[in-house]
């Protein structure tokens, strides 16, 4: 045992960082094993914190098991407060909410919790730790448990919402189409409406196949945001402008539209929210910190211009799209007068690496609209975000 935590930990951080320059030497993030590197990224945080118990109770817990499992239950517990404390909050938070998803601020403690005999001298403190970390965890790790608001009623209105990730631009143009007809949505709100480039999103004009491909549909198009609605849009509005240096053209938060929904007008948000990091930078460069710097200001004031124009809006409200945001963080209190859609047990929506652990993409409704069923769908490798559909009527 001792001889394999000893190994662990040089063997974990050794490989860590060996992962991490050839990445971003490489530029190629997942050159090897997959979501291999990512597991090993997932380690780390935990590992390092707990060395500092592991060497401060050396003398009150000898036995190396017992304080190897104190140490554990303790990283987890500070980890799972310091999300609490901080994601959201301040920049320098960005880089490890997302080195670790938030389902292992759940799923650390609950292994650790039933294992805490095993650590004989110091179970008390394990268990005591593990329960308070699982307690916490539960509210940053976005599981959900609970179903959806009952029967669909007759018109309800079905919305479909997905980042498509570059468009068809680098996909086969007739599997993309194919995939977005087949929903056969009510409400469309698409973001990266867009080409991948430098200063992306690059424009894109294709109205005369979007008029072909879904006909009768009214077509609204903002910085890549693209809504397609069969009912008639009364109003649209550009929602947060912003400034983002590391992409000029995409300047807003949100694409509102108003609808005319059977007598009643209904505020559609289309979101995407700026990215919270770029990997074009190395981490051990300046420059890669004050992108994120840069970005999580920015990345507020859009937050904050939505909120207010939310809470202005006297119609049912909906919003959705990529949020780049993860559940539990202080950003989302902007938005705390809004029910968030749930249904599958853990709504990730972000795969990368072929890991799909973290949720992005979120849909928000006002207390008028009853949301009767909520889903998310592959994308089928036209992209890295799940789709997400439901059903909604007025309450």
Same mark, same amino acid.
């Given at each position: 045992?001792?001889?394999? /935590?000893?190994?662990? *930990? #040089?063997?974990? +951080? !050794? =490989?860590? @960082? $060996?992962?991490?320059?050839?990445? &971003?030497?490489?530029?190629?993030?997942?050159?090897?094993?997959?979501?291999?590197?990512?597991?090993?990224?997932?380690?780390?945080?935990?590992?390092?914190?707990?060395?500092?118990?592991?060497?401060?109770?050396?003398?009150?817990?000898?036995?190396?098991?017992?304080?190897?499992?104190?140490?554990?239950?303790?990283?987890?517990?500070?980890?799972?407060?310091?999300?609490?404390?901080?994601?959201?909050?301040?920049?320098?938070?960005?880089?490890?909410?997302?080195?670790?998803?938030?389902?292992?601020? /759940?799923?650390?403690? *609950? #292994?650790?919790? +039933? !294992? =805490?005999? @095993? $650590?004989?001298?110091?179970?008390? &403190?394990?268990?005591?730790?593990?329960?308070?970390?699982?307690?916490?965890?539960?509210?940053?790790?976005?599981?959900?448990?609970?179903?959806?608001?009952?029967?669909?009623?007759?018109?309800?209105?079905?919305?479909?919402?997905?980042?498509?990730?570059?468009?068809?631009?680098?996909?086969?143009?007739?599997?993309?189409?194919?995939?977005?007809?087949?929903?056969?949505?009510?409400?469309?709100?698409?973001?990266?409406?867009?080409?991948?480039?430098?200063?992306?999103?690059?424009?894109?004009?294709?109205?005369?196949?979007?008029?072909?491909?879904? +006909?009768?549909?009214?077509?609204?198009?903002?910085?890549?945001?693209?809504?397609?609605?069969?009912?008639?849009?009364?109003?649209?509005?550009?929602?947060?402008?912003?400034?983002?240096?590391?992409?000029?053209?995409?300047?807003?938060?949100?694409?509102?539209?108003?609808?005319?929904?059977?007598?009643?007008?209904?505020?559609?948000?289309?979101?995407?929210?700026?990215?919270?990091?770029?990997?074009?930078?190395?981490?051990?460069?300046?420059?890669?910190?004050?992108?994120?710097?840069?970005?999580?200001?920015?990345?507020?004031?859009?937050?904050?211009?939505?909120?207010?124009?939310?809470?202005?809006?006297?119609? +049912?409200?909906?919003?959705?799209?990529?949020?780049?945001?993860?559940?539990?963080?202080?950003?989302?209190?902007?938005?705390?007068?809004?029910?968030?859609?749930?249904?599958?047990?853990?709504?990730?929506?972000?795969?990368?690496?072929?890991?799909?652990?973290?949720?992005?993409?979120?849909?928000?409704?006002?207390?008028?609209?009853?949301?009767?069923?909520?889903?998310?769908?592959?994308?089928?490798?036209?992209?890295?975000?799940?789709?997400?559909?439901?059903?909604?009527?007025?309450?």
């Amino acid at each position: 045992m001792r001889r394999t /935590l000893t190994w662990a *930990a #040089v063997a974990v +951080p !050794a =490989a860590w @960082l $060996a992962v991490t320059v050839v990445n &971003w030497l490489s530029g190629d993030f997942w050159w090897w094993g997959g979501g291999a590197p990512l597991v090993v990224f997932f380690a780390v945080p935990l590992l390092v914190v707990a060395a500092a118990p592991m060497v401060l109770l050396r003398r009150r817990v000898p036995s190396r098991r017992d304080r190897a499992l104190v140490s554990l239950a303790a990283a987890a517990l500070v980890l799972v407060a310091a999300r609490w404390a901080l994601s959201g909050r301040t920049w320098l938070w960005v880089v490890p909410d997302l080195v670790i998803p938030p389902v292992l601020f /759940l799923l650390v403690p *609950a #292994v650790l919790l +039933p !294992a =805490a005999p @095993l $650590a004989r001298g110091a179970r008390r &403190w394990t268990a005591a730790l593990a329960a308070g970390a699982l307690a916490l965890g539960a509210t940053q790790a976005g599981v959900h448990v609970g179903g959806g608001g009952g029967p669909a009623p007759p018109g309800a209105v079905k919305v479909v919402s997905w980042d498509a990730y570059c468009w068809d631009t680098d996909d086969d143009p007739e599997q993309f189409w194919r995939y977005l007809k087949k929903w056969r949505a009510d409400v469309y709100l698409l973001q990266e409406h867009s080409g991948c480039g430098p200063g992306a999103p690059t424009p894109i004009d294709d109205a005369d196949r979007l008029r072909r491909e879904f +006909p009768g549909h009214h077509i609204t198009t903002l910085d890549g945001l693209l809504t397609l609605s069969r009912f008639p849009v009364t109003a649209r509005a550009a929602v947060g402008e912003t400034a983002n240096p590391y992409a000029p053209s995409w300047r807003h938060a949100a694409l509102r539209t108003d609808l005319a929904i059977g007598g009643h007008t209904v505020s559609v948000y289309n979101v995407h929210l700026f990215d919270q990091l770029y990997l074009s930078a190395s981490p051990l460069s300046p420059r890669f910190y004050q992108a994120i710097a840069t970005l999580d200001t920015a990345r507020k004031a859009q937050f904050d211009a939505l909120a207010a124009d939310l809470a202005a809006n006297p119609n +049912p409200v909906v919003a959705a799209g990529n949020f780049n945001t993860l559940p539990g963080t202080g950003h989302l209190r902007a938005l705390d007068g809004l029910t968030a859609a749930q249904g599958p047990l853990l709504p990730a929506t972000l795969s990368f690496a072929g890991l799909r652990l973290w949720r992005m993409d979120w849909t928000f409704t006002s207390p008028e609209l009853a949301v009767h069923d909520y889903d998310l769908h592959s994308p089928d490798g036209l992209s890295t975000h799940h789709l997400q559909e439901l059903l909604i009527s007025e309450v």
